[in-house]
């Protein structure tokens, strides 16, 4: 972190401590694990990931600080989150500056990769980025409007982008474009519909997790999802399955404000959830991801190296099964 | 914009409406106005620099937003902030998607300046928000601390990372590097220099206009600089020119924060910067810019284009003086 803060600021005004306070928390560093993997997986050299993975790692990072200030949440790994240790405003600057910093080991990739594979990569982050705001929109957008007739396809389509893209497809898309010395725009599409479908896993994994986890493995508080009104496949799966009745009371408690909702209401959702089946049918939901993951892996021909290959399957089962 | 929302995003979830309201309202238009001339004068076709302009003028607006988040400001540009119309979240989510959006035009370069010199263009452009950031993150300090002794060459310090960079140098920097064939070191550091003494010379007329201007000129909350406790030229000069025991008095004023303050304690301080000529020393420092920043471009090798060196001295003095 030291040597990134020198190569992109040349005042001390950005707090050391601050910026370094998420990336230093133990994360499980997923996104940039899947970057050298892909990278490795195309028979590339994972070294030359190195640079791009650490930027994929850093966006998330600062993402993680936005993502908090908006939401006003308490917990993020195992901690209290950095707007309730520094205050709003420290918090905002410290996710701009995190963002600015992140771009900088991208401009590393020069020598390495050359100007032209350098421009495709920056390329590939910014897509990223467009695609995680435009799921985020949606996503605020469902919640504000307290929207209750969504299906689960609504739900993929706002997970693929909010989710899928930073999380996974672009660490696997700029992975394998470095790994490979050449890459086919159709083994390209084959690399994110595996990232897709492990993405989608993950996510709602995820989201099971924040209803069924301890906070000791999770580190975030349970059932913020459903306090924060979020539309999860498992309040979806309930909207749908549940009485006209049942509905209207439910959308009635989803439509107060984070704050106003008692704990009371979002207990009764939570059973809700039980009693319809909604969690059990997430994660069967999450494992047909796994397996659709598993086997695009098995037939794809871009999948070059054994062991890397060896690792994706068992990563596969990690990223859609995992405990915390 | 609607070319650029369709060439981001793939989904309607990004609200046109959104992000196209700061854009849209009338403002000044000199950043992208600074990278169009600095092309024509060094004698490139300015229709090169469109890009980049765009997305300057782009990244400035998602800038304002943000700001106006952090800051609480109820006004922007003679109408009322995008966070007091529609609330943080969506407020914060428009700022983030203007900011990915806002690259976007620098991908278009590739067809007309070719592959390296559009990278050029990408690092200018991360410099420039590196350098706002840290510029911010001084500013906030200075606020959060309650700094009383800061010396005016710490204003310059902390305004050419908050203001210049953004709003002149790299405006002129980017619109050099695309209008000349290839540009010599030295000038692009003579050409820094011009556009950090406009710079200066603007934001110390920006903070003087924040005290004197009338609300249907200026478009925000008279003397809300201070209410925010920034530290400004004429704070500093009113600072190091009273008396221990009304430092002592003016410090604990501004160590409320920005709700707290009464109208009256943000009278007293208003009144002591005019027993003190704080505005009136502010004015001369900035005219001084003025005159500084016409010299470099007098005796420049690099002003090659005689109109579109008029159009600078021209501007240099609108930038210093201006009324709005």
């Not at 909010?162 to 996974?168: A, D």
């Not at 059990?280 to 796994?290: K, L, N, T």
Request: charged share 30%.
């Amino acid at each position: 972190m030291g040597y990134y803060l020198q190569n992109t600021f040349d005042h001390d005004a950005v707090s050391f401590r601050l910026i370094n306070d998420y990336p230093s928390r133990p994360g499980k560093g997923i996104r940039p694990a899947l970057c050298l993997a892909a990278c490795g997986l195309l028979g590339g050299n994972i070294l030359n990931a190195l640079n791009t993975a650490t930027t994929i790692e850093f966006l998330h990072n600062a993402f993680l600080i936005k993502d908090d200030l908006v939401d006003g949440s308490v917990y993020r790994r195992h901690d209290v989150t950095l707007n309730r240790k520094y205050g709003f405003e420290l918090a905002m600057n410290t996710g701009d500056a995190l963002n600015v910093l992140g771009m900088t080991p991208l401009f590393d990739n020069l020598k390495e990769l050359g100007v032209q594979k350098s421009l495709q990569i920056i390329r590939e982050i910014h897509r990223m980025a467009a695609k995680s705001v435009e799921g985020q929109c949606m996503e605020l957008s469902w919640v504000k409007s307290n929207k209750l007739d969504l299906t689960p396809d609504d739900y993929y389509l706002m997970a693929e982008r909010k989710t899928c893209w930073y999380t996974c497809i672009t660490p696997c898309r700029t992975g394998a474009i470095i790994g490979a010395r050449s890459i086919k725009a159709s083994d390209l599409e084959s690399i994110t519909g595996f990232a897709r479908s492990i993405g989608l896993g993950f996510q709602i994994r995820d989201d099971v997790l924040n209803l069924v986890a301890s906070f000791e493995n999770y580190g975030k508080e349970i059932n913020g999802d459903i306090r924060e009104g979020k539309r999860t496949l498992m309040l979806i799966h309930l909207l749908r399955s549940c009485s006209d009745d049942e509905r209207d009371r439910i959308g009635r408690k989803l439509s107060k404000s984070r704050m106003k909702k008692t704990n009371e209401e979002v207990e009764f959702i939570r059973r809700a959830m039980d009693r319809y089946g909604s969690i059990d049918a997430s994660i069967r939901v999450a494992q047909g991801f796994g397996s659709r993951a598993r086997k695009t892996l098995e037939r794809s021909g871009w999948a070059k190296e054994a062991r890397w290959k060896e690792f994706f399957i068992e990563l596969t089962g990690y990223l859609v099964e995992r405990e915390m």
